[in-house]
């Protein structure tokens, strides 16, 4: 595959690391809280780890399927953000920036190969 795309497996998976390792920090970026046990668990579970293996699959197999795999949850990431921005008034630079680094990662999962799958 292309470095662009092991940029944005590389990213996905640094993003996982966050979440997993350091749910204090995940929390703070994402301006949810943390506070509970059960909440440390979703930052560990859904943001960690579900991250960790939505980047490493891509990564370690080279497969162009699971780029565009990856790279359309991304993507999806970045669309119902946007619907929500307009859906519940969150036209704030934080969600537009976080709209802006989905993009961003998904352009780099979808460039080259994967998104040849898809024409």
Not at 21 to 33: E, H, I, Q, R
Not at 70 to 80: E, H, K
Request: glycine share 10%.
């Amino acid at each position: 595959m292309d470095w662009l795309n092991n940029a944005g497996a590389t990213i996905t998976v640094l993003m996982g690391c966050l979440g997993l390792f350091f749910p204090d920090k995940a929390s703070a970026l994402t301006g949810l809280v943390a506070s509970t046990p059960a909440a440390r668990a979703e930052f560990r579970g859904t943001l960690g780890v579900t991250f960790m293996f939505l980047g490493a699959v891509p990564l370690v197999s080279q497969n162009p399927y699971a780029f565009l795999t990856a790279g359309t949850c991304w993507l999806g990431a970045a669309i119902g953000r946007i619907i929500s921005i307009f859906a519940d008034s969150g036209n704030d630079t934080k969600n537009w920036g976080a709209v802006a680094f989905e993009l961003a990662v998904a352009i780099l999962m979808l460039s080259g190969t994967p998104a040849r799958l898809l024409f």
